[in-house]
């Protein structure tokens, strides 16, 4: 797998991990707590998805965003980069882990960041691991 | 046996199960037993906020430990649960019971979601602090109000806006 990244990413994939509070199995959608960023940075961790099929994120998220309490994802939004610049945010490409960026630019402003997370959330789609589908 | 009765009799916490820590767990569910006990008296209150205090526990035993949404996420805050509980005691009957969720700072997080152009989110704050937003259609909305023992107006008129009424000339400004 190539993990170099493009200067210009086209899609993004943020990793889910609450079925509570990211996403509804039931409906199959994207809730807007799975963009409300970083309290302390105010970033949004995420993972450009160019050239990649859903199972090879799935893998790569198996791999690199495993967590100690929460295991390995659920799934994740994928997202187009164009919605982005729509809200004022954009995406710096850090590849730490591989393929990994951070999304910046949200308000301090709750509200504000609820609206945003709105919108992101709607316009992404649900890419749930065959097991949670 | 009054639902009250019956909610209180349930065996709302696993002791967090396989999430985090017993002690956490146990502790909040302590304090959702005594928010419940304060809040749910009259009867018809509930029964119908019993659904949502069922998927509130759920959702508390979920949350109740920090990093519970894989990004350094914030514990479930019990003041911004009590908040929250008391707003939905408080929620007309008119309008159906959101669904409920943690954000990242530990607030609980109600949501009405009709579709993806038509849904309300309120984000219940520890000292009361509401934040809430909307997308109506083409519109939107977003700020800030404070809970003061009521819903406060702009609330209301963001939740009208989702569920018209059929009668009034609120619907009529409500049409799409």
């Known amino acids: ?46 993972f450009v998805l160019d050239g990649m099929t859903d199972t090879e994120m799935h893998s790569h998220g198996d791999r690199w965003a495993q967590r100690s ?63 949670l589908a | 046996m009054t639902a009250c009765a019956g909610f209180m009799d349930l065996d709302l916490f696993d002791g967090g199960g396989s999430r985090g820590a017993a002690p956490e767990a146990r502790e909040l569910e302590r304090k959702f037993t005594e928010l419940v006990t304060e809040q749910m008296k009259p009867v018809s209150i509930q029964r119908r906020v019993f659904g949502a205090l069922m998927a509130l526990k759920d959702v508390a035993v979920e949350c109740a430990t920090p990093g519970w949404d894989g990004y350094e996420s914030d514990p479930l805050n019990s003041n911004s649960l009590r908040n929250a ?54 519109g939107k909305v977003h700020g800030t109000e404070f809970w003061c023992g009521e819903i406060p107006y702009a609330l209301i008129v963001s939740l009208e806006r989702l569920y018209p009424k059929k009668q009034g000339l609120r619907g009529l400004f409500n049409k799409r």
């Open chain 1, 1 to 46: 797998m190539d993990s170099s990244t493009s200067a210009n990413p086209v899609t993004l994939a943020r990793f889910l991990y609450s079925t509570s509070s990211h996403f509804s199995p039931t409906s199959g959608r994207v809730k807007h707590g799975a963009f409300m960023p970083n309290r302390k940075d105010l970033s949004l961790s995420v």
């Open chain 2, 85 to 138: 509980l008391a707003l939905l005691v408080q929620l007309p009957s008119e309008f159906p019971l959101p669904e409920v969720a943690v954000d990242p700072d530990g607030e609980v997080s109600l949501e009405w979601y009709r579709s993806a152009r038509e849904l309300f989110a309120v984000s219940v704050g520890s000292s009361g602090k509401l934040s809430y937003a909307g997308v109506f259609g083409r």
């Open chain 1, 69 to 131: 309490m929460e295991g390995v994802p659920k799934g994740f939004a994928s997202l187009p980069c164009v919605e982005l610049s729509d809200h004022q945010l954009r995406m710096e490409v850090d590849n730490t882990p591989p393929l990994h960026a951070n999304v910046v630019g949200f308000s301090a402003e709750k509200s504000e960041q609820m609206s945003v997370a709105q919108a992101l959330a709607g316009a992404a789609s649900l890419r749930l691991k065959r097991s």
